[in-house]
Antibody, heavy 121, light 113 residues
Framework: QVQLMESGGGVVQPGKSLRLSCAAS????????MHWVRQAPGKDLEWVVL????????YYADSVRGRFSISRDNSKNTLYLQMNTLRDDDTATYYC??????????????WGQGTTVTVSS | DIVMTQSPDSLAVSLGERATINCKSS????????????LAWYQQQPGQPPKLLFH???TRESGVPDRFSGSGSGTDFTLTISNLQAEDVAVYYC?????????FGPGTRVDIK
């Protein structure tokens, strides 16, 4: 069925790096803007970054700009999030979410189950 | 950035009664060119990812019970749950997708009284 599945989370020391992946299935991944959204334990949802369907447009939240990098491989139906110089406040569950078809602006109609990132020494 | 606020922070409602959640954006999320409000509502049940309930402020997603309704325009929006059911216990978030960053409200927790 139509789904998103994140992987790559784990425990990492402050200042280190981690790469998350989001595998999409049963829909035309290459037609959709994709997002990463995170949620710190017991906290609210925070939008992190988006990439347009063709990879030409990226927008980052101020909190991660310059440290995180989004990419996608439409041939593999996979979205990535490279997280560098991790900080304690990056600890969260990271969700990938499907946005609009061929547009940047749109609601998020499909979410993965999330992958947990814990930044701790 | 557009700041989203929600009220109340939490509420407890008896089964079968109505729950009303308010959402306010710091600037209008209504695009005059297409007369659409770039506002979504999500439900997050315990231990689950968020689920989209409404987009364009009032367009219900397929499969969402019609006891859920979304309304409002510009900067003020409302999510109403009529005839509250046990499975509606969740945190509800509004989100604007008018401009990046696509900010979420802080959430409203709905419990059974």
């Amino acid at each position: 069925q139509v789904q998103l599945m994140e992987s790559g989370g784990g425990v990492v020391q402050p200042g280190k790096s981690l790469r998350l992946s989001c595998a999409a299935s049963a829909f035309t991944f290459s037609s959709y803007t994709m997002h990463w959204v995170r949620q710190a334990p017991g906290k609210d949802l925070e939008w992190v970054v988006l990439m347009s369907y063709d990879g030409t447009i990226k927008y980052y939240a101020d909190s991660v700009r310059g440290r995180f990098s989004i990419s996608r491989d439409n041939s593999k139906n996979t979205l990535y999030l490279q997280m560098n110089t991790l900080r304690d406040d990056d600890t969260a569950t990271y969700y990938c979410a499907r946005g609009a078809q061929h547009l940047v602006q749109g609601s998020f109609d499909m979410w993965g189950q999330g992958t947990t990132v814990t930044v701790s020494s | 950035d557009i700041v989203m606020t929600q009220s109340p922070d939490s509420l407890a409602v008896s089964l079968g009664e109505r729950a009303t959640i308010n959402c306010k954006s710091s600037q209008s999320v209504l695009y005059n060119s297409n007369n659409k409000n770039y506002l979504a509502w999500y439900q997050q049940q315990p231990g689950q990812p968020p689920k989209l309930l409404f987009h364009w402020a009032s367009t219900r997603e397929s499969g969402v019970p019609d006891r859920f309704s979304g309304s409002g325009s510009g900067t003020d929006f409302t999510l109403t749950i009529s005839n509250l059911q046990a499975e509606d216990v969740a945190v509800y978030y509004c989100q604007q997708y008018y401009t990046t960053p696509f900010t979420f409200g802080p959430g409203t927790r709905v419990d059974i009284k």
